[in-house]
């Protein structure tokens, strides 16, 4: 594998899971791979769970790892090209990419929706650039419209815990006070797209993910009739997309309040499980007693994010 920034190219769901499974069965199975072998994790952004999972995952392959936060310490990096660099920003990002590729052997980058130009973030343009410039496997850590690893990790998750072959499993938007990107609800829905589920997405109207993502699946926009009878509810909040209005896209449209997750909306469920890719406003997305109750994923979600990283970095090694 030498990108691995969606769900194609992962190959076959069923033999990723099946290899994440013999992972978690015995993490340090492979752990001769990595053996002199160097993991760069790039940040341009916050982290805890991909900061720490992402480590331990190339730790237990017997990699190095050198993480960078790229705004703490590190020149600050010109991303376009052409610009005359006269401002703040003393490195660009096109020698930048070569040196840092130069002390490693595989590339993890951590790099947000600036919210800017709809164009810029669906077209992967900093990541994009990592993988045409560093000749090295460079996987998503977080982009501008995908994380990858999440929803691989996800996956892992809903397969672990399906109490039937073909469960029913709902996206809800819920609110928060900021915009925040489409990243995970657009992992999300392409995972859920590929896998073996009845899949359906709920959101405020105006809120419609990019069709790339939705593809096939039913979008509701009315979040109890969604909820019934659900097995999984995957709950999130995303800043408008901008598809039925590109001059909305990455504002906040509604803080319906009316969308959080709570025991009124989780009745009519068929007493599903909650998930969250965390870190989660509490009381926004969430009520407390929904996310401290029995069904509550989150923490064995955001533990499988070991899981992913290592079979995705092993399938990694394996390539180079
Ligand atoms: N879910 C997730 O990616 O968490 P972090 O932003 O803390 O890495």
Redesign the pocket.
């Known amino acids: 594998m030498r990108t691995y920034t969606n769900v194609f190219d992962l190959g076959d769901l069923k033999t990723a899971l099946a290899e994440a499974f013999e992972i978690k069965n015995d993490r340090y199975k492979y752990e001769s791979l990595g053996k002199h072998k160097t993991c760069l994790l790039i940040f341009f ?9 992402t480590q331990k995952a190339a730790r237990n392959l017997g990699m190095d790892v050198i993480v960078l936060d790229v705004n703490q310490g590190a020149w600050k990096l010109e991303t376009e090209r052409g610009v005359v660099m006269d401002g703040d920003k003393s490195e660009h990002l096109l020698e930048a990419i070569p040196v840092m590729a130069s002390y490693c052997d595989i590339i993890g980058v ?1 790099s947000f929706a600036q919210f800017e130009s709809r164009t810029d973030d669906y077209t992967e343009k900093i990541i994009n650039q990592f993988i045409q410039h560093s000749g090295k496997p460079v996987f998503s ?2 982009a501008a419209t995908g ?1 990858p ?2 929803a691989f990790a996800d996956l892992i998750t809903i397969e672990e815990y399906k109490k039937k072959e073909r469960p029913k499993v709902v996206l809800t938007w819920a609110p928060h006070p900021k915009a925040l990107p489409q990243a ?1 609800p657009n992992s999300f829905a392409d995972f859920m797209n590929e896998a073996d589920v009845d899949f359906v997405i709920t959101h405020p109207e105006g809120y419609d993910l990019d069709p790339k993502f939705v593809r096939g699946a039913k979008v509701e926009y009315d979040q109890m009739k969604a909820f019934k009878d659900a097995d999984f509810i995957y709950a999130k909040n995303w800043a408008c997309p901008g598809v039925t209005n590109p001059d909305d896209y990455g504002k906040v449209l509604s803080k319906d309040m009316g969308w959080t997750v709570d025991s009124k909306h989780m009745a009519v469920t068929n007493n599903a499980y909650f998930m969250h ?3 989660v406003r509490r009381n926004m997305i969430v009520t407390d007693d929904v996310i401290e109750a029995p069904t509550s994923l989150v923490i064995p979600e ?1 533990a499988n ?1 070991e899981i992913s990283a290592t079979v995705v970095l092993k399938r990694m090694l394996q390539s180079l």
């Open positions: 952004n916050n982290s805890l769970r991909t900061r720490l999972s951590r850590m977080e994380h690893l999440q995970v890719c965390l870190p955001a994010r």
